[in-house]
């Protein structure tokens, strides 16, 4: 089984790669974003809960994440292996999707972690948000606040990985085929 933490800033790119890398490698895509947004859009519990740290560039709290991809995990016992992308965002989440794996007899294979410059990441936010919809995409004052938390309290999360000899740090600059090129020969070295 082959397990992914697909990492890096708003805007990296993860979304884009996670499909490249879903294809070509047969894993489940996990995107803890793309739940939330489909919980606040039919307007359960938990969207509601997660909403209100969403619309303000804030990470949803530790303990309701993880229970939410607890869940998820669970509803997919055929998948060949994951892509998480958006989790873990903390340190403490890193350990619990360790105990996950533990739980489900396998374990993370890598951290792929996109490295893209801050301007770049501004520029390709304010570009989505004329096509996603996204509230917190639209907002300049947003979007610093969510690369700020970025730095503050997820980047940290590499040296959870490199402790692991698990973090491959891949550039993310460039055209979405060198950046998938880079992917794949990462993946492909660890077998
Ligand atoms: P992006 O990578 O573009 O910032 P995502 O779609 O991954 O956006 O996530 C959108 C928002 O959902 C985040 O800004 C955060 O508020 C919330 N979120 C997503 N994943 C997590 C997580 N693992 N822990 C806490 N909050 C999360």
Known sequence: MRNLVLFGPPGAGKGTQSERLQDHYQLFHLSTGDIFRYNIK??????????????QGQLVPDELTIHMLAQE????P??????????PRTTAQAQ???????QHQTQITAMLALEVEEEEL???????????????????A????????????????????QSQS????????GTIDEVTKRLFEAVDARP
């Open 166 to 173: 698990k973090l491959d740090q891949i550039n993310g600059m």
């Open 73 to 76: 995990l669970d509803k997919h």
């Open 122 to 140: 501004r520029k390709r936010l304010l570009a989505r948000a004329e096509v996603s919809g996204r509230s917190d995409d639209a907002d300049p």
């Open 96 to 102: 619990a999707l360790d105990k996950l794996m533990e």
């Open 78 to 87: 055929e998948a060949a292996g994951f892509i998480f992308d958006g989790f």
């Open 42 to 55: 039919n307007e359960t519990a938990l969207g509601r809960k997660a909403k209100a740290y969403i619309d």
């Open 142 to 161: 947003v979007i610093q606040k969510r690369i700020d938390v970025y730095r503050q309290e997820t980047e940290p999360v590499k040296k959870y990985y």
